[in-house]
């Protein structure tokens, strides 16, 4: 099972985004409710390199900062 993160989709405005983590398999099809509230809930994409056991370091062009070759924004 893996644990994915999802939003609430507010009514209103004003209304408060709640998030919550909920595991399902990979090859299921993303929810549109919460399996106990029934909110509607929408998955939240996150992107990144992720964490990979043994990957190689990449070079940095711009110190320890983790900038890009442009600077720091």
Request: aromatic content about 6%; glycine content about 12%; charged content about 20%.
């Amino acid at each position: 099972m893996t644990t994915y993160l999802y939003e609430t989709i507010p009514a209103t405005a004003s209304e408060p985004v709640k998030l919550y983590e909920l595991q399902q398999g990979m090859k299921d099809a993303p929810l549109t409710q919460h399996p106990e509230t029934h909110e509607p809930i929408r998955r939240v994409i996150l992107g990144g390199w992720g964490t990979m056991k043994g990957a190689a370091k990449l070079p940095s062009t711009a110190g320890d900062c983790g900038c890009g070759p442009s600077g720091c924004c």
